[in-house]
């Protein structure tokens, strides 16, 4: 692939947070290579030397790390190639080895023919215009030439040496859901090193995905743990997406713990040993989250989806902790700041000890709240934005309390709606959440009211 001199990418592949595209469709071993390349051309123009890389389970992940290491070498940059692991695998190595950026190659929670591109740049989130940057110095062919080195380094057990560091937890009896995602190795190794006793689904480390689809936010994908626990009579269960960046959970009775909801637990354990400290959620997560961190004394903080936007938000605010209702959940008071799902199930694990309180009760005694799950709808990609603009143009008009982080989020005597433009595809997201039924009908009314007069109708739910 030495020849290439300049490149183009399918216009579908460059995204908000990630470069990601269809194998053998949109994405080949020459995008591969122009990735790396162009990106190792940053990092030396940044006066940087070396990049560690990383990939998931799926079948394409070899031959598009092989690509990748080539274009990143002939920038002149060298290559520490960590290998077969979850995403915060490549973080940690970003974040501890002699490295000045990383690239993780995952497909993360897309189908397996689906592929895909994670970076850090100088400890920083690397998205948006860095993203739209690369492909213009591809384009152009603006890279640096060299001879880089490619090393491999075996980092998995000093990555699960330093999950369980200092780990304050208790003995408990907790299931596993890997999913075949590529974190399987890593929870064998971790469970191996905890208290209690740990029952394991999915471990292999398999692209095809047998058992189910790796995306433990939609609760058909929870059906094999909720059995696991309820047969065992588990204290609780935790599950993972299929890259180890995000996590699911459910209590000894079934019920799904989801993101906002372990955000409170997560919140009640470290604003103990911080108090005061700024706690930040996308603006998907409930209202009951945002109550409960003042509450406990903490400040709560809404801010955009995404979760490269969380990543700079919390380094901006010196923020502890911070997490989304996806299951992203960044820890920066005893770790780095990254997206760490094996790391957010230690944590749970020693939050139920530091407060004192089973899961299962620390998830019965949270507000009930009435709410719809993410509802995904497509839209004209060219008008997502504008609706999202038109929508908060007649709710100013309307004099509506509105929240303008991230689309529109109202407040109502009902409770709360949100409409908002996804960054990564052609679809308008909304939610609403209430105190009782009859009223969620209402707000679901007014987003549906809302949508009719850009002359939009919510329809089918649409995949990630």
């Known amino acids: ?185 890593v929870i064998e190794k971790l469970t191996a090193r905890l208290p209690g006793e740990h029952f394991l689904l999915f471990t292999d480390i398999d692209g095809h995905f047998p058992n189910h689809h790796p995306d433990p936010t939609e609760e058909k994908n929870l059906a094999d743990l909720r059995k696991l626990v309820a047969e065992r009579s588990l204290d609780f269960g935790v599950a993972f997406d299929g890259d180890g960046d995000r996590i699911g959970a459910i209590d000894g009775q079934g019920r799904v713990i989801w993101g906002d909801q372990l955000l409170q637990i997560y919140a009640a354990a470290v604003l103990r040993e911080i108090p005061g400290a700024t706690v930040i959620a996308d603006v998907k997560a409930s209202q009951a989250l945002f109550d409960r961190v003042a509450e406990l004394g903490g400040q709560p903080m809404m801010w955009k989806t995404g979760h490269s936007l969380i990543k700079a938000k919390m380094k901006e605010t010196g923020s502890p902790l911070a997490g989304e209702m996806s299951g992203h959940i960044f820890f920066a008071d005893r770790y780095y700041g990254y997206d760490d799902a094996p790391y957010a199930a230690i944590r749970l694990i020693e939050a139920a000890t530091k407060l004192g309180q089973s899961v299962t009760e620390l998830r019965g005694s949270m507000a009930p709240m009435v709410n719809t799950p993410e509802l995904r709808f497509q839209v004209d990609e060219v008008r997502k934005f504008a609706i999202v603009d038109e929508v908060l143009a007649r709710l100013a008009a309307s004099g509506a309390q509105v929240d303008r982080t991230d689309g529109a989020r109202v407040l109502t005597d009902d409770g709360w709606w949100l409409l908002r433009a996804s960054n990564t595809q052609d679809v308008l997201v909304a939610r609403a959440e209430a105190k009782d039924e009859a009223a969620l009908e209402r707000l679901m009314a007014a987003i549906d009211e809302q949508l009719a007069l850009s002359g939009v109708v919510r329809g089918e739910q649409a995949g990630h």
């Open 1 to 185: 692939m030495t020849a290439i001199t300049s490149h183009a990418f399918h216009p579908t592949m460059l995204r908000e947070y990630d470069i990601r595209g269809v194998v053998g469709d949109t994405l080949s071993a020459a995008d591969a290579y122009a990735i790396g390349r162009s990106f190792a051309t940053l990092i030396r123009r940044a006066g940087g030397k070396s990049v560690a890389v990383g990939y998931d389970g799926r079948l394409s992940s070899p031959m598009l790390a092989e690509a990748l290491i080539e274009g990143i070498n002939a920038a002149g940059i060298d290559a520490l190639n960590v290998g077969l692991g979850p995403t915060p695998m490549l973080y940690y190595a970003a974040s501890t080895e002699e490295v000045d950026g990383g690239i993780q190659i995952t497909g993360s929670h897309n189908p397996p023919d689906y592929n895909g591109f994670k970076m850090v740049f100088q400890g920083r989130p690397f998205y948006g215009a860095d993203i739209a940057g690369i492909g213009a110095m591809a384009a152009a062919g603006d890279w640096d030439s060299g001879n880089g080195s490619a090393q491999s380094l075996d980092i998995v057990d000093a990555y699960v040496d330093r999950l369980v560091e200092g780990f304050a937890g208790g003995a408990y009896r907790i299931g596993w859901d890997a999913g075949n995602g590529a974190a399987g190795t």
